[in-house]
């Protein structure tokens, strides 16, 4: 229980952020998606169990801010959470390649299982609109996965500086 | 085949899965009757501290940015301000005048007067988290006596309808929204009185539908609520016309309407209080 405070705290924090985005950080209509960043980034590190379980939360925390299609949310964020955690399984994921991979390609499929389930108007806006999301919430995770990186590390040198 | 149902991990996914089912029917139940849905109130008490502060901090550095503008441009603006002001001083007065004869004149004629409107202040703290869907998170809710379809206003004009309220938050649904279960809102023209539906397409404009072929509306009209329906009171400015075209077979007319507030740009409302069926 206890290796989901930290990571639900960063999702409550995200979805804080989120529903404040600058108007300048929204592109062709696309913002970035905090929260599903966060998912992915941490779901990389856990197992496909404990990843469905914080997608769940997840798509809770999102759901509950927008006030719209919970259930989507919630589904859509489990799916994308298993399979963030199966890619750790599977693949070696320290290398930043592959977490910007895995958050554009979750990206994408999350945001096309979610317009299955809420059709909008004007399907190729929406394809833009999701194309530009994929992008960004990649080059988003790439940062955070930097400092999630950076901070492990410092941790470790700690750890070892006060073994000696 | 049977040894993955053997596997811990797939039995949490698809458990997981069958409950955001279960959660998103039960959501959907209680959304229809207007009430919000207990595990997201729960959320939403926990993010609200983060969310204030979160919206404090981008306020301070929004008012930082304002501030930085040069002081000649302070200088125009608060001149035109000033002339703004007297210009709706002078308006003031002559509709007060207006509205002190109508009452007498409803009164002569038998007619009931309509229940006055409480305005609540209220502070958006979330706005737009998703592209799909133009909603916004209020400060207040339930205890402060906002109820479902209540109208949210600025000095501007109509932002939108409250859809859901929780003790102590309500979520906005935009006029711009183009989501299929958004209805649209009853509005006229205000000049012509023509009605019409205005309805979000979930872009920055509003389309103006049901409008005869013959409908009297042209660029610039400035277009407000008609109050059919009951829920949302009569008179607040939805936006202006920027385009009228006629639809295809040529028996009916639209209208292209720029709204007058956007609730990206919006941090202060107000929620029009008053008995909704």
Known sequence: MRKYVIPVLMLVFAGALQGNIPSWMVIKGARPDLILVVLITIALGLDPGAGAVLGFLAGLIHGSIVGVSLGSFIASCTIIGFAAGFVTIRMFSENPIVPVIVAGVLTFAGEIMFLLTNPVAGFLVSLNIVLFKTLYNSLLTLILFWVIRWIQIRRKIKMAAARL | ?277
């Not at chain 2, 003031?92 to 002190?100: F, G, H, K, N």
């Not at chain 2, 400015?237 to 295809?248: A, H």
Request: glycine fraction near 10%; charge should be positive; proline fraction near 3%.
């Open chain 2, 1 to 277: 085949m049977l040894h993955i149902f053997r596997n811990g991990k797939i039995i949490t996914f698809v458990l997981l899965l069958v409950l955001a089912i279960g959660v998103g029917t039960m959501h959907n139940r209680t959304q229809s009757r207007g009430s919000s849905y207990f595990p997201e109130d729960a959320v939403r008490v926990v993010i609200k501290p983060f969310q204030v502060a979160v919206s404090g901090i981008g306020g301070f550095f929004s008012g930082i940015a304002k501030s930085v503008r040069s002081h000649h441009a302070f200088r125009k603006e608060n001149d035109a301000l000033r002339d703004e002001v007297k210009r709706l001083n002078m308006e003031l007065v002559s509709i007060r005048e207006e509205a002190a004869e109508a009452r007498r004149l409803r009164a002569e004629i038998g007619l009931k007067e309509e229940s006055p409107e409480k305005l609540l202040p209220v502070r958006i703290i979330s706005r737009d988290p998703s592209e799909w869907f133009v909603t916004a998170t209020l400060d207040r809710g339930r205890t402060s006596g906002i109820r479902s379809g209540q109208a949210v206003i600025t000095h501007r004009g109509l932002i939108g309808q409250v859809f859901e309220v929780s003790p102590n938050n309500a979520q906005v649904r935009a006029i711009t929204d183009g989501s299929d279960d958004h209805g649209g809102v009853g509005a006229m023209v205000q000049r012509s009185r023509v009605v019409g539906i205005c309805m979000g397409q979930g872009s920055d404009l509003l389309q103006l539908t049901y409008l005869s072929k013959d409908a009297d509306i042209k660029n610039g009209d400035i277009i407000v609520t008609s109050g059919q329906g009951g829920v949302v009171p009569k008179g607040l400015p939805i936006g202006r016309v920027i385009s009228v075209k006629t639809e295809s077979g040529g028996f009916m007319k639209s209208a292209t309407i720029r709204p007058s507030v956007k609730l990206g740009q919006t941090e202060e409302a107000f929620v029009v209080i008053r008995k909704v069926e």
